[in-house]
């Protein structure tokens, strides 16, 4: 069993359409969260980061963390055709500064 | 400013041949990483830099695979003997490591996709 477990998709929504975004993880050490955001031939980029359990809301974006159900999951509001891309999650722990990737949700929005 | 560069931007080989992957960080980031991003095994760690320490290797799938860094700044890996699921694209970070600071961002080069025939 992966240390993190992603649905790979594809997701494909209409634009304006709500979209969340999940993960799953086994390893309790985990502290920070992340999320990468992946264009097409392109490395990944921070989207957001959120440290322990809670919400955190930038913008259209709304990162979610619940450490009881080791549970991870990204809300984009308003969705745009822009935001297609793959979303990484990528927990890390406190003594190991390489971060564990989810193998990354493709999402397409369809203007 | 100038971002993460890797080079080549694709390498295609032949299985048993070596080859060498260069990233050069973001001035002044003391933390590099190598990752592996294949289609089977999404995006894996490598190494990991971090000033004069001794890197952590952990990562490495084999004894064929090796980096170096330079003065602190670049860094070069090298796979020796290739095979066909080396084939991937190999993505290095760099990030500023300091204290006090919950979370140091990674940032990411755009990759280099090695082909392995």
């Known amino acids: 069993q992966k240390e993190v477990e992603q649905d790979p998709g594809p997701l494909s929504v209409p634009e304006g359409a709500i979209v969340s975004l999940n993960c799953t993880y086994s390893n309790s050490a985990f502290q920070y969260f992340m999320w990468y955001r992946q264009y097409s031939r392109k490395g990944p980029e921070l989207l957001m980061y959120?440290?322990?359990?809670g919400n955190k809301e930038d913008g259209r974006f709304t990162a979610q963390v619940d450490k009881s159900s080791k549970y991870i999951s990204l809300f984009i509001r308003d969705s745009q055709p822009s935001d297609s891309a793959t979303y990484l999650c990528?927990?890390?722990?406190?003594?190991?500064?390489?971060?564990?990737f989810g193998s990354g949700t493709r999402l397409q929005v369809q203007p | 400013g100038a971002g993460v560069s890797q080079s080549p931007s694709n390498k295609v080989t032949e299985k048993g041949k070596d080859v060498e992957l260069r990233c050069d960080p973001i001035s002044g980031h003391t933390a590099l990483y190598w990752y592996r991003q294949s289609l089977g095994q999404g995006l894996e760690f490598l190494i990991y830099?971090?000033?004069?320490?001794?890197?952590?290797k952990s990562g490495l799938p084999s004894d064929r695979f090796s980096a170096e860094r330079t003065g602190g700044s670049v860094s070069t890996l090298t796979i020796q003997r290739t095979q066909q699921e080396d084939s991937a694209v190999y993505l290095c970070?760099?990030?500023?490591?300091?204290?006090?600071?919950?979370?140091?961002?990674?940032?990411f080069g755009p990759g280099t996709r090695l082909t392995v025939l």
């Open positions: 830099f971090q000033g004069n320490s001794a890197p952590d």
């Open positions: 959120t440290y322990s359990s």
């Open positions: 990528a927990p890390r722990w406190t003594g190991r500064r390489a971060l564990t």
């Open positions: 970070a760099s990030s500023l490591e300091w204290g006090g600071r919950i979370y140091n961002e990674q940032f």
